[in-house]
């Protein structure tokens, strides 16, 4: 088939007048085959030639046309698609070699071997083809002339090729650039979508001009922009309760002093009614010279979180408070034991010694045998009312209750120095106000479980106790000379993990109990454990 009809030349004005018809399109974002058909039209009028641009696929392997309005319907069908090699005529050779290609005989060429038979039906002799490529460097495609007679361009004709060529590479170029945007946005959105938190982004005003669904199941329905959000916004601060004010918002702050916020927590009631808790963040955009231009903002709904966290807590005072009550039973038990040997079995065995005793003075016609059993058994009840005694005092000295810690401590730390061969220094005030029972029994326990651990572990022929008032706290040391603790061990039993801490871990129940807590030191050097728990400073 024959090309169609090309106008006579119009005045050279015309080309002014229609490349700016092409600029216009591309400046209003008209589709790239428009405005590439009317840029081969103005060529084409000032020409007399044929003119067409073929297009190179995103992926640089083929060339397809993307305009040629005056191109005969038999070449036009020939040269639609076809791989970029270059060998695939004057087009694919110029973007391989980044130059204008010109076949003055496609007959008789080897580059337009595939398509000899489309030239000849469609009467074209010669094509000229020049590449225009991207702002870094990536090939875009060519503008191509074909004329009916085998003849290279004139000085016209290249001037005209190159300003079409500008003008197709711009137009190009820009619709990639807009493609790209596309697909970013695009991508953007499918990330949004699948986000489990909500993200919005606003502009300078707070208006939002992006919201994915996660902030609007979070808000309850489709939030407002500026002031009428802030306005129907109800939130309080989660640590005080105190209500989150206008300008409290982490958005507000970000638009307005370029502030960044992390993970606010905030109570809200959503548009719904819903009660909720958020965990609120805000970010600045900010332009190129540094000026807030708008906000990205992230919301988490962690009102599950929260609520399991308050369960959580709740469980744990309970135990707390099921631990400390079990504990004043353990005291409570102690308590009654020692005081039962001290007022039955103790009572039993000295009445014990005194019939033994009274039998040996009367024990007239005893064999030297039987009084030395006598005299035996005189010792053993002696030595049993010695441990039963022992025994009692260990379980809950009495001088816990009659004297206070002090005494009791002294008491201790005699009877464990005599015991264990360890020497106890003692570094006590004069005189110590009287605590509560419960806070004394628990201080007496730690400083007896230290003791223990000192003899079963430390390996230190010394041992140190000190007591003071330090402020509004009292602050109890226990501390040896011995071999210390390996780190890990130390870590274990700071943060009560493994085994090893059930020792320690009691301690720091009992402390807990009445507000005090419990720190360990261990190295080459010895083991300091350090008690410190809130009192009322003596008067």
């Given at each position: 088939?024959?090309?169609?009809p090309?106008?006579?030349?119009?005045?050279?004005?015309?080309?002014?007048?229609g490349?700016?018809?092409?600029?216009?399109?591309?400046?209003?974002?008209?589709?790239?085959?428009e405005?590439?058909?009317?840029l081969?039209?103005?060529?084409?009028e000032?020409?007399?030639?044929?003119?067409?641009v073929?297009?190179?696929?995103?992926?640089g392997?083929?060339?397809?046309c993307g305009?040629?309005?005056?191109?005969?319907d038999?070449?036009?069908?020939?040269?639609?698609?076809?791989?970029?090699?270059?060998?695939?005529?004057?087009?694919?050779?110029a973007?391989?070699?980044?130059?204008?290609?010109?076949?003055?005989?496609?007959?008789?060429?080897?580059?337009?071997?595939?398509?000899?038979?489309?030239?000849?039906?469609?009467?074209?002799?010669?094509?000229?083809?020049?590449?225009?490529?991207?702002?870094?460097?990536?090939?875009?495609?060519?503008?191509?002339?074909?004329?009916?007679?085998?003849?290279?361009?004139d000085?016209?004709?290249?001037?005209?090729?190159?300003?079409?060529?500008?003008?197709?590479c711009?137009?190009?170029?820009?619709?990639?650039?807009?493609q790209?945007?596309?697909?970013?946005?695009?991508?953007?959105?499918?990330?949004?979508?699948?986000?489990?938190?909500?993200?919005?982004?606003?502009?300078?005003?707070?208006?939002?001009?992006?919201?994915?669904?996660?902030s609007?199941?979070?808000?309850?329905?489709?939030?407002?922009?500026?002031?009428?959000?802030?306005?129907?916004?109800?939130?309080?601060?989660?640590?005080?309760?105190?209500?989150?004010?206008?300008?409290?918002?982490?958005?507000?702050r970000?638009?307005?002093?370029?502030?960044?916020?992390?993970?606010?927590?905030?109570?809200?009631?959503?548009?719904?009614?819903?009660?909720?808790?958020?965990?609120?963040?805000?970010?600045?955009?900010?332009?190129?010279?540094?000026?807030?231009?708008?906000?990205?903002?992230?919301?988490e709904?962690?009102?599950?979180?929260i609520?399991?966290?308050?369960?959580?807590?709740?469980?744990?005072?309970?135990?707390r408070?099921?631990?400390g009550?079990?504990?004043?039973a353990?005291?409570?038990?102690?308590?009654?034991?020692?005081?039962l040997?001290h007022?039955?079995?103790?009572q039993?065995?000295?009445?014990?010694?005194m019939?033994?005793?009274?039998?040996a003075?009367?024990g007239?016609?005893?064999?030297?045998?039987?009084?030395?059993?006598l005299?035996?058994?005189?010792?053993?009840?002696e030595?049993?009312?010695?441990?039963?005694?022992?025994?009692?005092?260990?379980?809950?000295?009495?001088?816990?209750?009659?004297?206070?810690?002090?005494?009791?401590?002294?008491?201790?730390?005699?009877?464990?120095?005599s015991?264990?061969?360890?020497t106890?220094?003692?570094?006590?005030?004069?005189?110590?106000?009287r605590?509560?029972?419960?806070?004394?029994?628990?201080l007496?326990?730690?400083?007896?479980?230290?003791l223990?651990?000192?003899?079963?572990?430390?390996?230190?022929?010394t041992?140190?106790i000190?007591?003071?008032?330090?402020?509004?706290?009292?602050?109890?040391?226990?501390?040896?000379?011995?071999?210390?603790?390996?780190?890990?061990?130390?870590a274990?039993?700071?943060?009560d993990?493994?085994?090893?801490?059930?020792g320690?871990?009691?301690?720091?129940?009992?402390?807990?109990?009445?507000?005090?807590?419990?720190?360990?030191?261990s190295?080459?050097?010895?083991?300091?454990?350090?008690v410190?728990?809130?009192?009322?400073?003596?008067?």
């Amino acid at each position: 088939m024959t090309a169609q009809p090309i106008p006579e030349l119009p005045d050279p004005e015309t080309l002014l007048g229609g490349e700016r018809r092409v600029l216009e399109l591309i400046a209003t974002g008209a589709p790239l085959a428009e405005t590439l058909d009317a840029l081969c039209r103005v060529i084409d009028e000032q020409s007399g030639l044929v003119s067409a641009v073929f297009v190179v696929s995103r992926d640089g392997a083929l060339l397809s046309c993307g305009a040629g309005p005056h191109l005969p319907d038999v070449w036009r069908e020939a040269t639609q698609s076809f791989a970029v090699t270059p060998t695939a005529g004057a087009c694919g050779k110029a973007i391989h070699e980044r130059q204008p290609i010109v076949v003055p005989d496609v007959i008789a060429s080897p580059l337009y071997a595939q398509w000899r038979e489309a030239a000849a039906a469609s009467g074209i002799a010669s094509v000229w083809s020049t590449p225009f490529f991207s702002s870094d460097g990536r090939a875009l495609g060519t503008f191509a002339v074909v004329d009916r007679e085998p003849r290279p361009p004139d000085e016209r004709d290249r001037a005209l090729v190159e300003r079409a060529t500008h003008l197709a590479c711009i137009a190009v170029e820009r619709d990639h650039a807009e493609q790209s945007l596309r697909d970013s946005e695009r991508l953007l959105r499918l990330v949004m979508d699948a986000l489990p938190v909500g993200v919005l982004v606003v502009d300078r005003a707070g208006d939002i001009i992006l919201a994915n669904p996660a902030s609007l199941r979070i808000w309850g329905e489709r939030i407002r922009s500026g002031e009428e959000r802030y306005a129907r916004s109800k939130a309080w601060w989660h640590g005080t309760g105190e209500p989150v004010t206008r300008d409290g918002w982490a958005s507000a702050r970000a638009l307005r002093e370029g502030e960044t916020s992390v993970n606010e927590l905030v109570d809200i009631e959503a548009f719904d009614g819903v009660r909720k808790t958020i965990q609120n963040s805000a970010v600045p955009i900010a332009d190129d010279e540094g000026r807030v231009t708008g906000a990205v903002i992230v919301n988490e709904d962690v009102s599950s979180r929260i609520e399991a966290e308050r369960k959580l807590h709740e469980s744990l005072d309970r135990l707390r408070g099921l631990t400390g009550n079990l504990m004043r039973a353990q005291d409570e038990e102690r308590r009654r034991i020692a005081q039962l040997l001290h007022e039955t079995t103790a009572q039993d065995l000295a009445a014990l010694k005194m019939h033994l005793a009274a039998l040996a003075r009367a024990g007239t016609g005893l064999s030297d045998a039987d009084r030395w059993i006598l005299a035996e058994s005189i010792d053993l009840t002696e030595r049993s009312m010695t441990g039963i005694r022992t025994l009692s005092y260990v379980l809950h000295p009495p001088f816990l209750d009659e004297g206070g810690l002090l005494s009791a401590l002294r008491w201790y730390a005699g009877g464990f120095s005599s015991r264990s061969g360890i020497t106890v220094d003692l570094d006590l005030p004069e005189v110590f106000p009287r605590l509560p029972q419960d806070v004394e029994t628990a201080l007496f326990r730690v400083v007896q479980e230290a003791l223990l651990n000192v003899h079963h572990h430390a390996e230190s022929p010394t041992a140190a106790i000190h007591l003071r008032i330090d402020g509004p706290d009292l602050l109890l040391e226990i501390e040896d000379c011995g071999h210390g603790m390996a780190p890990q061990l130390v870590a274990q039993l700071t943060t009560d993990a493994g085994a090893p801490g059930v020792g320690i871990a009691g301690m720091r129940e009992r402390l807990q109990q009445f507000g005090g807590r419990l720190d360990i030191a261990s190295g080459a050097a010895g083991t300091r454990l350090t008690v410190r728990m809130p009192i009322e400073a003596p008067q």
